[in-house]
């Protein structure tokens, strides 16, 4: 059979999706030196909190790392999936936080990157280190021995974490403008309090 005979296959290509989202490689150092930061401040505020709390403040504690990680992950997962559209037509009607809308959508990546990695994963840091803590307070109390505290433990948290996340996509996911709308409101708020 001669090659002239088989026929040309056609190159396909998926065009990319129209966006207005900027991107920029400046933001990759500026994650590396921001997550340092906040990891090592985030850690030492706990761990020196975690001296003077007992059992019951610890385990709130823990509690409320793993609701801050599952609501930026959801902040960060709405910001990618909202629309640009509606807040145009209420910037124009000048309507509180739409402008902040628009911004924050035009900055998903980075937002999404601060939110859901970067916050999440220190976050995730800290849970552990809260419950290494914990553990440790537990064995030296009740005088437990073996692995066993210390697995049930992480078990707990990681599903918590893990769960919580999942549970979150879905809602971030349906509501994106929604969420966005009240990221714009609080940040719109913030602007005009440190004016004044």
């Not at 509690?63 to 609501?71: E, P, Q, R, Y």
């Not at 537990?138 to 948290?157: D, E, Q, R």
């Not at 599903?159 to 709308?181: D, E």
Request: aromatic share 8%.
């Amino acid at each position: 059979m001669d090659k002239s005979d088989i026929p040309k296959r056609k190159k396909f290509t998926v065009p990319k999706p129209d966006s207005n989202v900027s991107t920029s490689h400046k933001w990759t150092i500026i994650v590396l030196i921001l997550s340092f930061t906040l990891s090592v401040f985030f850690s030492f505020i706990t761990s020196a909190a975690m001296k003077s709390l007992t059992i019951f403040f610890a385990f709130i504690l823990l509690l409320v790392i793993i609701a801050i990680n599952i609501l930026f992950d959801m902040v960060g997962t709405a910001v990618q999936s909202a629309e640009e559209k509606p807040f145009h037509s209420l910037a124009a009607r000048k309507v509180a936080g739409a402008r902040e809308c628009i911004s924050v959508i035009r900055h998903a990546p980075q937002l999404a990157n601060l939110c859901c990695d970067v916050i999440g994963d220190i976050a995730g840091i800290i849970s552990g280190a809260t419950t290494a803590l914990i553990v440790a307070e537990l064995v030296a109390m009740f005088n437990l021995k073996g692995m066993l505290p210390s697995l049930i433990l992480t078990g707990l948290v990681g599903a918590l974490t893990i769960g919580g996340k999942a549970m979150s996509k879905g809602i971030s996911m349906q509501n994106g403008n929604a969420i966005v709308f009240i990221v714009g409101k609080l940040m719109y708020a913030l602007k005009h309090l440190i004016k004044k």
